[in-house]
C-alpha cells in the first residue's frame, strides 16, 4: 500500500505565507513526478505545480514567482512554500505523485486526502 499524507494549511490573511508538506509512504520502489493540485468551490482541479525526480519544475501561471516546490528524494517528501497569498488562491490543495510499487512494473497516480489554504481578512 502507498499514501500519500499532506500536513499544513490553514486560514491565512491575504500578502501572508503558508508552507504545505506532503509524505509519500509504503511499498515504494520509486516515485517520478511530484507535485500540488487545487480545487477551488465550483472549479475543476487545476496543477499548481509538478516536480520531476531530476528537479525540473512545472508551475502554473498564476503562482510563479509567489510559490516555490521542493522535493527531497531520499525521504520521499515534497514541500510547497507560499508566498503573497491572495484570496484567489483559497482551496483545497491536493498533493500528487507517480509512483511505482515494490513488486510492480506500472506507475500509478496517488493523491493525498487534501489540505484546506483559505486566505481572507
Known amino acids: 500500500q502507498v499514501q500519500l499524507q499532506e500536513s499544513g494549511g490553514g486560514l491565512v490573511q491575504p500578502g501572508g505565507s503558508l508552507r504545505l508538506s506532503c509524505a509519500a509512504s509504503g511499498s515504494i520502489f520509486s516515485i517520478n513526478a511530484m507535485g500540488w493540485y487545487r480545487q477551488a468551490p465550483g472549479k475543476q482541479r487545476e496543477l499548481v505545480v509538478r516536480i520531476t525526480s531530476g528537479g525540473t519544475t512545472n508551475y502554473a501561471d498564476s503562482v510563479k514567482g509567489r510559490f516555490t516546490i521542493s522535493r527531497d528524494n531520499a525521504k520521499n517528501t515534497v514541500a510547497l512554500q507560499m508566498n503573497s497569498l491572495k484570496a484567489e488562491d483559497t482551496a483545497v490543495y491536493y498533493c500528487?505523485?507517480?509512483?511505482?510499487?515494490?513488486?510492480?512494473?506500472?506507475?500509478?497516480?496517488?493523491w493525498g486526502q487534501g489540505t484546506q489554504v483559505t486566505v481572507s481578512s
Open positions: 500528487n505523485a507517480i509512483i511505482v510499487s515494490r513488486g510492480s512494473n506500472l506507475p500509478r497516480v496517488y
